[in-house]
């Protein structure tokens, strides 16, 4: 394992562990939200799956891939619009990096970027500001990277309406992002009628995965985590979740 953090009480730590293959998971904590996201170290350059919270958290993460490779860091996923997924953007543009994320989620980060700053500056007032930077290529729905190697996917309405999964085939590995994780969290934003038919979408693609990564909480299950997740979403509905984090 790999480690690196900056002081500070609001300062993100990120941590990068190797997984399988080309796929490696980070970890970020962060005092609005820990989260977990994924690095693919390809032939010609690396793919950042979730482009953290800040652009701190993004130089952190960029300065623990370099420990492990020296190819640079070609693009990075924004696997929702959330902060926890979208706010270090601007770092990874300033180092030249691809932003790729599907068409929906560029128009709801225009839409909704101020705001969501906004609020997250409500609750840590040091949280950094700046202009949205949005993603240089959108998808309409499905695309591959690295030659296939990266397979992102959008099933439907889940955490968030834009929520979309990556699978990368060579490992058997799938990034749930902020669909999957071990405890219900924030559904703020969920779509409550759509997200178990997400899920059911998943399991019916059959994709073979024999590992999943969590977007929040302890980041590595087995493929049980979907019906897991299925499960406390089935009770969520009768009970509603409580929840002050992000994720």
Known sequence: MVSGASAGATQPEITL???????????????????????????????????????????????????????????????????????????????GAHIVATQLTRDLLKRDWAQMVASARARLPDYPGGPVVLPDETYAGDFDLQDGRIKGFYLGPSHAPDDIFIYFPEEKVLYGGCILKEQLGNLALANLDEYPRTLRKLKALNLGYTTIIAGHWSPIHGPELVDRYLHLLERGRARPARSVRVQ
């Open 17 to 95: 562990s190797h997984l399988r293959g080309s796929v490696y998971v980070y970890e970020e904590k962060y005092p609005l939200s820990d989260e977990n996201g994924a690095v693919y170290v390809g032939r010609k350059f690396v793919t950042v799956i979730g482009a953290t919270f800040t652009p701190e958290s993004g130089r952190l993460l960029a300065a623990e891939i370099a420990k492990v490779t020296s190819k640079p860091i070609g693009e990075v996923v924004d696997t929702n619009d959330n902060l926890d997924r979208a706010g270090g953007n601007a770092y990874f543009r300033s180092i």
